[in-house]
């Protein structure tokens, strides 16, 4: 049987936190299991907002090591950096020229991010999702896991495959591009933040104790969890939307103690915020020990690091470059042979 692939990316822009790992990455370790499996650092995404270079750089090679740290095998998946397969850039173009101006206007993310960069608004932002809809077009990819502030954005790499290349281009009825679906689990979808429990826990947010990072120290996260937005009822409780926080503490404490919510609910149900806060915080440093171990190791042998890179670099140029080159001529572009 073919197996489904799947592709998903991080953008290199700040730490890693709790919502990119449960949201996204946990999903893609157990996918890799069955799937053919590609992930990359959207490092391209990235220069959409004013960056430093050697930041970028630094945060680049820090989030690959963090994908295998947190269980990503290269010996399953191709591991890859975006910027190193020209092909995305490439494909993007083409995309920009068939979408539509006012698909993009509707773009939630954008609005949200073009309000945070004031005057410094790039085309590139503007651009981000028909980016991201060449990195997933690339690669053929059935599913893409992500989280759910994503799937307007998977909606239009869909749109894009089906309504502006495969209905216009197609000569003989066959599909050129095959068209992808999201695929959100429901379970740490969208992890919020420790200081609003309204707001998602964000890479942009300026304050750092509104999330957990997987590379902070235990001393940091007690601290964190510590000072982490409650409310003053006793017992805690899912789904009580005039308690987001008592939502989103419970549901990191059901996922990072792995006791599930069904125990968990119970077990807190008449706890207080100051039992249960010790609690999660051990659950969430417990979690992320094997991940620190890991990365530690990982960062200090760059040249393992590097020879995984080069490695998902050479897959993932071989299956973009046959795409690009199907779209190129079913456009009309001429080919060098
Ligand atoms: P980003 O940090 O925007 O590069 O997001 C990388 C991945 O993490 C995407 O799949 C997002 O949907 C997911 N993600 C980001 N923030 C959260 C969150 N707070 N909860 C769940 N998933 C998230
Ligand atoms: N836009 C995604 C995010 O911020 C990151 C991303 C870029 C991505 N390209 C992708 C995710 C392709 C999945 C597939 O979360």
Known sequence: MVRKRVLSGVQPTGAIHLGNWLGAIRNWVELQENHETYVCVVDLHAITVPHDPKQLAENTLRTAALYIACGMDPAKSTIFIQSQISAHSELCWLLNCLTPMNWMERMIQFKEKSIKQGDNVSIGLFDYPVLMAADILLYNADLVPVGEDQKQHLELARDIAQQRINSKFSSNGEPIIKVPKPLILKEGAKIMSLTEGNKKMSKSDPNDNSRITLLDSPELITKKIKRAKTDTTIGLEFNNP???EADNLLSLYSILSGLGREVVGKDCA???????????????????????????ELINDRGELDRILLEGRANAEEVAQKTLSRLQLALGLLRKN
């Open 242 to 244: 005039k308690r987001p």
């Open 270 to 296: 008449e706890m207080g915020w100051g039992t249960f806060k010790p609690l999660l915080a051990e659950a969430t440093i417990s979690a992320l020990k094997p991940i620190q171990t890991q990365y530690n």
